[in-house]
C-alpha cells in the first residue's frame, strides 16, 4: 500500500500504481491473472494496462495467442521521472529569472524617480537594508548621512 501512496504522489494514478506493483512481483502476467491479485476489474485492467504501457511503465507480448505483461524497469521508469521534473524545474527557473528582472526593471524605475517628501526609509529585511545601502553609496556624489534607530546590540541574559 505505500508504494502504491509513493507512486500515486508522483503523478500514476492508484489503480496504475496498484497495476504496476503487481506487475513487479513475477516476471511475467496475462491479465486474467493480474485481476486475481489486484482489485481492478478485468475489463478495467486491460485500460490500465494500455495507459501504463504509453507511460512506459510495462511491456506487452503476444505468445500463444495471448498477451503477456511485464513491468519495466524501476530505474529507467524513475529516471525518466526525474528527468520531467528537472526540464519542468529549468522551465520554472528561467521564468522566474525572467520575471525578477523585469519586476527589478519597474521597480528601479520608481526608485529613481526624485520625490521632494521621500527622505526617510525605513528597510527591516537585511538583504534589503544591505542591496539599499550598496546602491546608495554607489550613487552618492558628496556624501551619505545615515541614521540608524537603537538599540544598536541587546544584551541576552
Not at 501512496?5 to 513487479?24: D, K, T, W
Not at 476489474?41 to 485500460?47: D, G, Q, S, V
Not at 527591516?124 to 540608524?148: G, P, T
Request: hydrophobic share 40%; proline share 3%; charged share 30%.
Amino acid at each position: 500500500m505505500e508504494l502504491i501512496n509513493r507512486l500515486e504522489q508522483f503523478g500514476l494514478p492508484r489503480r496504475e500504481s496498484e497495476v504496476y506493483v503487481a506487475l513487479l512481483r513475477k516476471k511475467k502476467f496475462t491479465a486474467p491473472e493480474l485481476t486475481k491479485i489486484t482489485t481492478i476489474t478485468r475489463t478495467k485492467m486491460y485500460e490500465h494496462l494500455q495507459s501504463l504501457i504509453c507511460k512506459g511503465f510495462c511491456h506487452e507480448n503476444l505468445k500463444n495467442r495471448k498477451k503477456i505483461y511485464w513491468a519495466a524497469n524501476p530505474g529507467v521508469v524513475l529516471q525518466s521521472i526525474i528527468t520531467s521534473y528537472e526540464q519542468e524545474i529549468a522551465q520554472k527557473k528561467i521564468a522566474a529569472i525572467s520575471l525578477k528582472e523585469e519586476l527589478d526593471e519597474i521597480h528601479l524605475m520608481n526608485i529613481q524617480k526624485d520625490d521632494d517628501i521621500d527622505y526617510i526609509e525605513i528597510l527591516k529585511d537585511k538583504n534589503e537594508i544591505k542591496n539599499r545601502f550598496l546602491i546608495l553609496q554607489k550613487e552618492a556624489r558628496n556624501e551619505m548621512l545615515v541614521f540608524n534607530k537603537a538599540p544598536y546590540s541587546i544584551n541576552h541574559m
